[in-house]
């Protein structure tokens, strides 16, 4: 079993930036791809980035290519979502996520899934 925590939200303006981690407890992280995913209110949970287990392959959604950029670190078990140019859209909580599968933007094919960390935007 892996258990997840996110850290790193909070508050930025327009244009600036957050990067958001994701530890991660339970010897078997490394063997799991690991994804981003975010819910704004009163809209359904949507796919952001997924790593592979070994940190070699990456995967974005379009609404985050060349802004986000996802990494992992296995001897830390830690996964990060670097955000830049970060606009009012997204705004949302966002959660990290483990999965057996490569890649993978559905929520069901998640098995592990953190509290989250709430990200706001201001304009």
């Known amino acids: 079993q892996v258990q997840l925590v996110e850290s790193g939200g909070g508050l930025v303006q327009a244009g600036g930036s957050l990067r958001l981690s994701c530890a991660a407890s339970g010897r078997t992280f490394s063997n799991y791809a690991t994804g981003w995913f975010r819910q704004a209110p009163r809209k359904e949970r949507e796919f952001v980035a997924e790593?592979?287990?070994?940190?070699?392959?990456?995967y974005y959604a379009d609404s985050v290519k060349g802004r986000f950029t996802i990494s992992r670190d296995n001897a830390k078990n830690t996964v990060y979502l670097q955000m830049n140019s970060l606009k009012p859209e997204d705004t949302a909580v966002y959660y990290c996520?483990?999965?057996?599968?490569?890649?993978?933007?559905?929520?069901?094919?998640?098995?592990?899934w953190g509290q989250g960390t709430q990200v706001t935007v201001s304009s």
């Open positions: 996520a483990t999965t057996r599968i490569f890649p993978v933007d559905h929520v069901r094919a998640y098995d592990y």
């Open positions: 790593i592979s287990w070994s940190g070699g392959s990456t």
